[in-house]
């Protein structure tokens, strides 16, 4: 139950950001004339509803994803195209028969795909009288043994390419990373859903199409089709892929997304991204930052709490000075005079070269002098930089001849004051 309400909060949050202003007017100027904005939306988000994972991607990539289907006027139903999940990432991958239907619409190019099989009743030949002649068998055609492509331009001509099951699927394990994850974990069902598996005559077809499109003259809208199914097909991201389109993509900001940036406005924006980070983590990827952050704005007092306890034991040194004004930056100092001045003049490393050099900036910025220069807190003789700390020593004093404790540190005296033993 609490699955399902967790499901259709994600898929009320998705259809609220979608359909925002925003949105649509950046659609509006990437869609073509044969695909209204409403029709777009609703053949989207349905996509988007058939598979949850991909409600858990970043608003950035859904966005991204969304204006390179429109430019392209691929809607991710049927054998057109697909929206697949990569970890947070949305990504669109044309389909055989997206790539078909672009070749028809901006090329005037009518291509045809089929897989042959082992029993069918095919041949071809290539050279100065190129044949190709394929009747499928009626029955038990086999195991797949091939696929080929016939492209018919515009002016009547012909081009045909086959391709032998042994070179496709080398490509395949050669450069499809879902397909390899899938054979390396045969138990995950997710993995098991590639096209390569479920759909292995399509993947079988488009590879053929790709491959022959190397041969032939495409179409802007072509060649970018086929560039996102190939970063698609690498595993890699199609973070700024609307820039190709000459699209910049700007996430627009929800509500709650203004009041979040209200309630941590104080914060190290790296402290709360990592803090977040943390989160999502804990809970096993069962919410998402968005979730997170509207949760936050429904329980502001309860995450700040937790934001502050996680600040405080994940403190650094570099932290910890950072905050400090003038009067609290003096009194560090007076609390850690001895490590500081050690480390700067005696070799001893009580702290580390970049700490120290963000405490020496910080006190520059702050007090408006450098800390080692004459008059200020860390100015030491060279010659009494030189002294490595004595021992603690009992002296006679001069005056009453009682004992007197005299603790050296440098050449500087810290003992009670008025005694003539120290002048």
């Not at 016939?150 to 099951?165: D, T």
């Not at 402290?271 to 952050?293: H, I, M, R, T």
């Not at 010659?383 to 500087?412: H, M, R, S, W, Y």
Request: aromatic content about 10%.
């Amino acid at each position: 139950m609490a699955n399902d309400l967790a499901v259709i909060e994600k898929a009320n949050s998705l259809r609220e950001f979608i359909y925002r202003p925003n949105v649509t007017k950046q659609l509006e100027a990437a869609l073509p004339k044969f695909l209204t904005p409403d029709r777009f939306l609703r053949t989207f988000y349905t996509a988007m509803m058939r598979n949850p994972a991909l409600m858990d991607c970043s608003k950035e990539s859904i966005l991204s994803t969304m204006i390179v289907s429109a430019q392209l006027g691929l809607e991710p139903i049927m054998n057109k195209a697909a929206l697949v999940p990569y970890g947070k990432e949305c990504q669109f991958q044309p389909m055989y028969g997206g790539i078909i239907d672009l070749a028809r619409r901006t090329m005037n190019i009518v291509i045809s795909a089929h897989v042959v099989h082992e029993n069918d009743d095919f041949e071809y030949e290539y050279g100065l009288n190129e044949t190709l002649r394929h009747v499928p068998a009626k029955q038990d055609r086999g195991n797949p043994i091939g696929a080929y492509t016939v492209w018919v331009f515009e002016s009547g001509m012909k081009s045909f390419l086959y391709m032998p099951a042994s070179d496709i699927y080398e490509i395949r394990d050669k450069y499809s990373k879902a397909y390899q994850y899938a054979k390396a974990n045969p138990k995950n069902e997710k993995a098991q859903q590639t096209p390569w598996i479920t759909r292995p005559g399509e993947m079988m077809k488009k590879t053929v199409i790709k491959q022959h499109a190397k041969l032939q003259p495409c179409s802007i809208e072509m060649e970018q089709a086929l560039d996102m199914d190939s970063t698609t097909e690498l595993g890699n991201s199609q973070i700024g892929a609307a820039a190709l389109f000459g699209f910049g993509v700007a996430v627009p900001k929800g509500a709650e997304e203004d009041k979040f940036g209200e309630l941590v406005s104080k914060y190290d924006p790296e402290k709360v991204k990592a803090f977040l980070a943390l989160l999502v983590d804990q809970y096993a990827g069962k919410y998402s930052e968005e979730d997170l952050k509207a949760e936050a704005v429904n329980k502001p007092d309860s995450f700040i709490q937790g934001l502050d306890d996680y600040i405080a034991k994940n403190m650094t040194l570099k932290d910890e000075i950072g905050r400090l004004k003038a009067v609290g930056l003096k009194d560090w100092e007076k609390a850690n005079h001895d490590k500081i001045v050690g480390s700067l003049f005696s070799g001893t490393k009580q702290i580390s070269d970049d700490d120290l050099n963000f405490f020496l900036d910080k006190w520059r910025k702050v007090i408006g002098f450098d800390y080692t220069i004459e008059g200020q807190a860390g100015f030491v003789k060279k010659e009494e930089a030189a002294k490595p700390p004595q021992e603690e020593k009992i002296l006679k004093c001069p005056k009453d001849g009682a004992d007197v404790e005299l603790t050296f540190c440098n050449g500087i005296c810290k003992t009670r004051e008025g005694c003539p033993a120290h002048g």
